[in-house]
């Protein structure tokens, strides 16, 4: 939360309401998204409004009413204050997204995350992005490697359409294919043995996945594997995703290159990513 906005609410709510709210907003462009505890909801308007005031790049605030959820990741939003709009444009790594916010996943957290993989990409590489959302790592990885060939899956048709429109934007169509469906039945039909690296940006799932990340590598390439951790910090996060990366891939010929904690998201819940190479 910016500095000033941190001082404005410190008038608008007591010490202890502001702490509360302290971890609950994300800056998505000029769409500010807000999560409100109940004990806040009569008090809302005042947020957003001392929010739009303040934060001179938000033109719209919205409450996230629902959690992050289904197939497709999304969340139910609440206009509280500004212009009833969910599309708009987010800069990151010299790149720039359309993004919708209410038909599509998106999160401004996991910008480091795309960096990296990106710088670890090499000369001709063909990637496998099975749950591309609106492009994000895919045109990261594209904008960063200009030998590299993506394939960038995701079944929500609105996701895959923002995926092509931001691949155009970035000025890496010729690189980055998107395409919608299911990950499992295109790699089925048409990706098989295809990638030197594969993407399972999918944590709540992508144990389900695995034999068809595994169905889309070369004789050996590399899964970037995803996965959501109970654990009590951060480094028992990593040892015990350590341990369940080994279980999820033993039936492969593999090797755990790393493991990183990505972030926190939620009470004892950490977001991982174990780079894995696979021998098939
Ligand atoms: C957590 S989001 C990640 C999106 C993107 N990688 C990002 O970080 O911005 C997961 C995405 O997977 C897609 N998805 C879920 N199941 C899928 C499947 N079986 N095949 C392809 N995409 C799927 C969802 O529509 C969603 O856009």
Redesign the pocket.
């Known amino acids: 939360m910016p500095h000033m906005l941190k001082q404005v609410l410190g008038s608008t709510l007591t010490p202890e309401e502001a702490a509360h709210f302290h971890s609950a907003f994300d800056q998505i462009g000029d769409i500010v998204i807000i999560k409100i505890p109940d004990e806040l909801m009569p008090k809302k308007k005042l947020i957003a409004d001392a929010i739009l005031a303040n934060v001179k790049t938000a033109k719209t605030v919205f409450a996230q009413v629902s959690p992050v959820r289904g197939?497709?990741?999304v969340r139910d939003l609440e206009l509280v204050a500004g212009e009833n709009r969910t599309i708009t444009e987010y800069k990151e790594h010299a790149c720039r997204f359309k993004v919708d916010v209410a038909k599509?996943?998106?999160?401004p957290r996991?910008s480091t995350e795309r960096q990296r993989i990106a710088g670890m990409v090499g000369e001709n590489e063909t990637i496998v992005n099975?749950?591309?959302?609106?492009g994000?790592?895919s045109v990261v990885i594209a904008k960063a490697n200009k030998t590299c060939r993506v394939y960038s899956?995701?079944?929500?048709s609105a996701?895959s359409e923002l995926d092509r429109i931001n691949a155009k934007l970035n000025k890496v169509q010729d690189r980055v294919f998107s395409i919608c469906g299911?990950?499992?039945e295109v790699i089925k039909d048409s990706l098989a043995g295809q990638a030197d690296r594969v993407l399972m940006?999918?944590p709540e799932r992508a144990k389900e996945f695995v034999d068809s990340a595994v169905l889309a590598l070369k004789e050996k390439g590399i899964a970037h594997y995803f996965a959501h951790i109970k654990a009590d910090g951060k480094k028992a996060s990593q040892e015990m995703g350590l341990k369940i990366t080994h279980e999820t891939f033993a039936k492969y010929d593999h090797h755990i290159l790393g493991v990183r904690v990505v972030r926190e998201v939620g009470p004892r819940m950490f977001q991982i990513v174990a780079d894995v190479s696979v021998r098939r």
């Open positions: 197939d497709y990741r599509t996943y998106f999160s996991l099975m749950f591309a959302g609106v994000t790592y899956i995701d079944s929500n996701a299911d990950a499992v940006p999918l």
